[in-house]
């Protein structure tokens, strides 16, 4: 079973920083995307950001220049640093996995539980 822990979220103010971390248990395949998904109440999730398990990382349009993701494969962890928050950035963020590449599509297996970020103007 894989299992997926979220924590660093919390409340800032709009132009400040904040760093997300998840830890992966339980997975022992070699090929996956992890992926950082956000969602507001009412709303459509949205991937904002997807490592491949190579490394290379992409993020969306909505947040490209100011959030970045990483991994850290020794720690089994993989971050989301969130920079020039705006409040428009105020969601859920869930970390997310599934063990296909990124590149194939699909949708993610493994949710963690969510971190809660509020960006205030």
């Known amino acids: 079973q894989v299992y997926l822990a979220e924590s660093g979220g919390g409340s800032v103010q709009a132009g400040g920083s904040l760093r997300l971390s998840c830890l992966v248990s339980?997975?022992?395949?070699?090929?996956?995307?992890m992926g950082w998904v956000r969602q507001v109440d009412g709303k459509e999730r949205e991937v904002v950001a997807q490592?491949?398990?190579?490394?290379?990382?992409r993020v969306a349009d909505s947040v490209k220049g100011r959030f970045s993701a990483s991994q850290d494969n020794a720690k089994k962890s993989l971050f989301l640093q969130m920079d020039s928050l705006k409040p428009e950035d105020t969601a859920m963020y869930y970390c997310?996995?599934?063990?296909?590449?990124?590149?194939?599509?699909?949708?993610?297996?493994?949710w963690g539980q969510g971190a809660q970020v509020t960006v205030s103007a």
């Open positions: 997310a996995a599934r063990a296909v590449p990124c590149g194939y599509g699909g949708t993610f297996n493994y």
């Open positions: 339980g997975y022992t395949g070699s090929s996956f995307c």
């Open positions: 490592i491949e398990s190579d490394g290379r990382s």
